[in-house]
């Protein structure tokens, strides 16, 4: 198991910026050492589905923002929210949570 954590940092030290390492850049079975740096990493490639939000059925209640588990919602200054899709996983307890049914998850299209 150390050996494929080494290969993994390695892989990693050779990409310019944590923001162009993706899952895909990991061996299988690896782990990230470092407490917090899957916010560092563009975790969201691999998502099935994503979130659409409808701003004129949002309430601006900040639930979808408080509820993901990914840190993946961010706070607009007009006081809606929005998907950071770099980090989003779709697990859609963002469109589970909204009270005003202002979230919906669509299929992910391939690129």
Same mark, same amino acid.
């Given at each position: 198991?150390?050996?494929? $954590?080494?290969?993994?940092?390695?892989?990693?030290?050779?990409?310019?910026? $944590?923001?162009? #390492?993706? @899952?895909?850049?990991?061996?299988?079975?690896?782990?990230?050492?470092?407490?917090?740096?899957?916010?560092?990493?563009?975790?969201?490639? @691999?998502?099935?589905?994503?979130?659409?939000?409808?701003?004129?059925?949002?309430?601006?209640?900040?639930?979808? @923002?408080?509820?993901?588990?990914?840190?993946? #919602?961010?706070?607009?200054?007009?006081?809606?929210?929005?998907?950071?899709?770099?980090?989003?996983?779709? &697990?859609? !307890?963002?469109? /589970?949570? &909204?009270?005003?049914?202002? !979230?919906?998850? !669509? /299929? /992910?299209?391939?690129?």
């Amino acid at each position: 198991m150390a050996t494929k $954590a080494r290969k993994t940092k390695a892989a990693v030290k050779k990409l310019r910026t $944590a923001s162009e #390492v993706t @899952w895909r850049d990991m061996e299988v079975g690896g782990i990230l050492t470092d407490a917090g740096s899957a916010a560092l990493r563009r975790t969201g490639d @691999w998502r099935s589905e994503r979130p659409i939000l409808d701003k004129e059925k949002c309430n601006k209640c900040g639930l979808c @923002w408080l509820y993901c588990p990914d840190a993946a #919602v961010d706070a607009c200054e007009d006081g809606y929210y929005e998907v950071n899709l770099y980090s989003c996983k779709g &697990c859609g !307890i963002c469109a /589970e949570i &909204c009270p005003k049914e202002a !979230i919906t998850m !669509i /299929e /992910e299209e391939e690129e």
